[in-house]
């Protein structure tokens, strides 16, 4: 089942359809839910930001490093890749 | 999950002078939604040391950049960091600024690029245990 959540936060309004277990792990895990969608209304400001910044760049005659790009973000994938596989194993420590 | 990133003064010194690197940063941090962040000392740090030819560049690029507070817990971990670099023997000393910085990556699960001193960096990354760090110049 989904269900429809709203915030608003400042000028910012998000909204999302979540699946009810999605809902329930989000508000088991935040002290209160307004406090997270505020966070998350919080979140998508900054990347709207990130995307005009882009955009101002560009304009400007600025083109990005790809080389940079693209180490950067192999380097960020072999991170994520090592926290999740630590977490598992912390999980699986908790476990038993 | 997904890391966001933390820069130290030096990452965003060298982020100051590129803009062809900043814009492939804030591309890539939007593209995978990671927040650019830092701890609110390199604030301090960066726009009081930059030169006043690149103090609009500065604030351009640190306006971009969510910066956070530090907690006397945060500050505590930062000294436990530093001791634990200073106790390997080896040349380290990293500054109250970087192992503020590395405490904040370290309590938030992001990785942290720098430019300074590597093996500063890299003894607060081995005195955290989990810290992921990458020297900046090592991307390019």
Wanted: net charge positive; no cysteine.
């Amino acid at each position: 089942m989904k269900k429809r959540v709203q915030a608003e936060a400042g000028y910012a309004k998000i909204s999302a359809t979540l699946e009810a277990p999605v809902l329930r792990q989000i508000r088991e895990r935040t002290t209160n839910v307004s406090g997270f969608l505020n966070e998350a209304a919080k979140r998508k400001l900054y990347f709207d930001m990130l995307r005009a910044t882009e955009e101002d760049l560009r304009q400007q005659g600025v083109e990005p490093d790809m080389r940079f790009y693209r180490n950067l973000k192999k380097w960020i994938h072999e991170v994520d890749a090592r926290q999740a596989a630590r977490m598992r194993k912390e999980q699986r420590a908790r476990s038993g | 999950m997904s890391a966001d990133f933390v820069l130290d003064t030096g990452a965003l010194v060298a982020l100051q002078r590129d803009p062809r690197r900043f814009i492939a940063l804030v591309m890539l941090a939007r593209e995978e939604s990671r927040a650019l962040r830092t701890s609110a000392p390199v604030v301090t740090e960066f726009l009081g040391g930059s030169s006043r030819r690149l103090r609009p560049a500065g604030q351009y690029v640190i306006s971009r950049i969510s910066s956070s507070d530090v907690t006397e817990s945060l500050a505590r971990r930062a000294a436990v960091l530093i001791q634990g670099a200073v106790d390997e023997g080896g040349r380290a000393r990293p500054s109250a600024i970087d192992a503020l910085v590395a405490a904040e990556a370290e309590a938030t699960d992001a990785a942290l690029v720098f430019d300074g001193d590597a093996a500063d960096f890299r003894a607060l990354s081995r005195a955290s245990g989990a810290l992921e760090i990458q020297e900046l110049r090592g991307l390019l």
